[in-house]
């Protein structure tokens, strides 16, 4: 049995505003390099789906 089928990630609110240099909200933290450079691509390597809860703040 493979453990990489067990493996669930789920990324709360990962949006250019706080994860992008150019973004408004952006401040430097390991925790985004890591996710964005290392973790991410290792889950699109082995096939692992990663479940991405986002908001909308615009105005209506």
Not at 12 to 23: A, P, R, Y
Not at 40 to 48: A, D, E, G, Q, T
Request: hydrophobic share 40%; proline share 5%.
């Amino acid at each position: 049995m493979n453990n990489m089928n067990k493996i669930k990630f789920i990324c709360i609110d990962f949006q250019k505003d706080f994860s992008s240099k150019e973004g408004k909200a952006y401040k430097l933290r390991p925790s985004v390099d890591f996710v964005k450079n290392i973790l991410v691509p290792f889950f699109r390597k082995h096939n692992i789906k990663v479940a991405e809860i986002i908001s909308d703040y615009r105005a209506p």
